[in-house]
């Protein structure tokens, strides 16, 4: 009995099951073609693949013309999205990368034994690690649902869809969640009756050194986990471990001090995002010999924020107000659809006893700074910037809620696998297809139900679709359409189609309040039609090639960044027909339902 208790592995039967899982996924990651089944770039891939090559390929981090061709050579495209920065060194003899350089150091080893295909094996392998910790760690907590609710951490949230991208999202959340579990798993209340004599370091207090380093790392790699490390040195401090607490500072220094010097060295300055930083799209130094690298490219410099703006009490309140909504229910990047077992770690602490925690208060004080502080500097930009699935940004400050939670029974776990599961399986199922185009994937019914996060337009999935955002309307052009599915078609002159048996939404953007907006409806068949913006609806039925109008009033909207504004519009019909089933001369073979004409006034 006394083996079976201190085993740090699982049951053998679920121990050949999660093993089989893991091999059949670093078969599948080993054996695609990565170019083809990723569908191409996305996000920040084409600077960290780059980057990565370049050490396997040529032993440095310097973009030439060889770099160029590789990339070409592998996806039969220009590396688009890259980031480059102007050294100290002239431009011909190569220039710097923009982003930081762990993850391509941590991916170099798997890329040069398995090409491209090596990031996937390693962040399936970060993924995997990851969910092993969380059961260690669960089970020495103690409670019923505790592997049950470790597994529904990570894969009922949006975590796993980063498996499939080629950037330090996975390593980001490996790093922190790994840090977390080195500090706090010797303060677990099984610990030390579950750990077996060969793994009693995890016991020792110096983890606490090892979990402060890899958050120096962190921090390096994504600088919003900057706050992470206070947790574990005020508990030190609390005890009055002086010298303890110094350790504990000075480890999260050298790891990330020390890998900051490391890019010094490299590239002749300290901030990866700072000097003269561009980023290319279509046309890419080297290319062209004779075109300097000044003249190509999108200056991308990121030394410092809007401050002075962001931080008027008048901007920052208001949008700091409606983004903590957002934040927390947003259809494209809230917590409760990407993050939902970590919403019931939440609840589940503020249920429980151990909100009386120390430890846990101080972690969760610092999670609520960091978030803070990110939604008060990036009010337009807290999910993580171009799109991504849920909530980029926050993705690395996840682990943090596993570690809040109690221990937690097999109802709350079952409700946590299943809750996360309704939001993310559509996402999950379809990895390749739902990271590609974000905006399709977010177009479900249970996250319909969510509000749109009008604080930040042009960074939500859509505008990654250039045929439904920032579209110019009729004779205002100073209002934008964004259309956030498929329920409607782009205006044709001043009126928008909808689909039949559907309800669009749409994002209305002016560069000023609306006053109202007028709807002229008319079907060539009989239909119910309705629409609705900023809390008010009418409806109506129309006879066919009837005409009717509604003007419904707006409000001030929500405002976006330079004084912009927000509102969300939507149009439905109940019923459908195909226009060249009507008309056999005609060529089109949409389901429409009803022709809107839209009229803003401002």
Sequence with gaps: MAVARHSIVPKSSSSLLAACLLAAALLGAALVDVPSVTLGLKGDEATYVAMTLSITGDHDLKFTQTDLKRFIGLYRMGPEGIFLKQGRRPPAEG??????????????????????????????????????????????????????????????????????????????????????????????????????PGWRWMLSPWTDLAAACLLGAATYSKPPNALLVAPIALDALRRWRIRHTAAVSIAFLVGCLGLFALTALVTGEWNYQGGNRRTFYGTFPFSDPSVPFTSLGNSMVTNDTDSDNLLAPSVMWPMLRRNVVYFVFGCNAGLLPYFFPG???ILAWLAHSTRRDLRRILMALTLLASVLILLILAPFSWGGGGGPPGNRYFLSLY?????LAPPIGMTTAVSAFVGGALFVASWLLTPFTSSKSTWDAVDTATLRLLPIELTMVDDLPVRLSMERARIPFGEHPQVLLYFMDNRAWPPEGGRVWVHGGGTAEIIVRSDKPLKSVQITWSSPISNHVSASIAGRRAEMDLTPSQTVVSRLLTGPGVAYTR???????????????????????STDMRLLGASAELKFEQ
Excluded: C, M
């Design 563 to 585: 004084g912009s504004r927000g509102y969300v519009l939507r149009l439905s019909a109940d019923r459908g027909f195909v226009p060249k089933l009507i008309d056999p001369s």
């Design 343 to 345: 919403l019931i770690a």
């Design 95 to 196: 220039l710097e990368f923009g982003k930081a350089l762990l993850h391509p150091l941590v991916a170099a080893p798997f890329v040069a034994v398995f090409g491209l295909n090596g990031f996937l094996i390693l962040n399936i392998l970060l993924l995997a690690g990851v969910a092993w910790l969380g059961i260690r760690y669960a089970s020495a907590h103690g409670g019923s649902g505790a592997v049950i609710f470790a597994l529904a951490f990570v894969f009922a949230s949006i975590t796993p869809i980063y498996a499939v991208w080629l950037t330090p999202e996975s390593l980001n959340v490996a790093l922190v969640f790994t840090a977390y579990f080195l500090w706090l798993y010797k303060h677990a209340p099984l610990a030390q009756e579950r750990t077996p």
């Design 399 to 403: 682990p943090v809620l596993f570690f």
